[in-house]
């Protein structure tokens, strides 16, 4: 069966910063993933997808992730972090046979000052 | 419309209350998906619907979870007889269609006191 792992569930950065939210799955197969990024009583919003076509992900707001099958990974990154990137991220798999998403535990992202 | 929209956007209900919450996806989106996020959890599926066809609801924790779609469009989650542990966020998310990516609405926060 699908799964996905947030490796931390809370990651603490200073301003400027980079951001390095880690992600592993466990499929069978070669996975679509995805990242969420839900901030404070908002809804989910799309960051970046991954379907096969590149290793190397871009999204949006400067975020980027790379798949690597070799270390069942797919962790997010950005170079220098924003105060308003303070959110919580789930990183998010497909579930192929109805398309239904399996989501990891999540992870609060904090940006200090 | 311009996004998923949810109502109500939070319902406080009486133990043993039903509830109904209601979601009206994107105009033209076929799949609509329902999950439940409890507090500092990610979303976990609750139910899925290709046009009114609800074909997988695997994920709905109990007989007292029901969800329907009859025309398609809008859909609505009904909770008979709440209970505490019913209390968390529920989140209506559409897709036009199998490829495309899920849009999510701000959710309704139920709780049950």
């Known amino acids: 069966a699908q799964s996905v792992t947030q490796l931390d569930s809370h990651v603490s950065v200073s301003e400027g910063t980079p951001v390095l939210l880690r992600c592993n799955y466990s499929?069978?197969?070669?996975?679509?993933l995805f990242w969420y990024v839900q901030h404070p009583n908002k809804g989910l919003q799309l960051l970046l997808k991954?379907?096969?076509?590149?290793?190397l992900v871009k999204g949006i707001n400067g975020f980027e992730a790379e798949f690597k099958k070799s270390e069942t990974s797919f962790h997010l990154t950005k170079p220098s972090a924003h105060m308003s990137d303070a959110a919580e991220y789930f990183c998010?798999?497909?579930?192929?046979?109805?398309?239904?998403?399996?989501f990891g535990q999540g992870t609060t992202l904090q940006v200090k000052p | 419309g311009a996004g998923v929209s949810q109502s109500p956007r939070y319902k406080v209900a009486k133990r043993g209350q039903d509830v109904a919450l209601r979601c009206d996806p994107i105009?033209?989106?076929?799949?609509l998906f329902w999950y439940q996020q409890a507090l500092g959890q990610g979303p976990e599926f609750l139910t899925y619907?290709?046009?009114?066809?609800?074909?997988?609801k695997s994920g709905l924790p109990s007989d007292r979870f029901f969800a329907e779609r009859p025309e398609g469009s809008v859909s609505t989650l009904k909770i008979q007889r709440t209970q505490q542990e019913d209390s968390a966020v529920y989140l209506c998310?559409?897709?036009?269609?199998?490829?495309?990516?899920?849009?999510f609405g701000n959710g309704t926060r139920l709780t049950v006191t």
């Open positions: 619907f290709q046009n009114e066809a609800q074909l997988d």
């Open positions: 998310a559409s897709r036009q269609g199998v490829n495309s990516p899920l849009h």
């Open positions: 105009s033209g989106h076929v799949s």
């Open positions: 499929s069978s197969y070669s996975p679509s």
């Open positions: 991954y379907t096969s076509a590149a290793t």
């Open positions: 998010v798999a497909f579930s192929g046979n109805t398309g239904k998403l399996i």
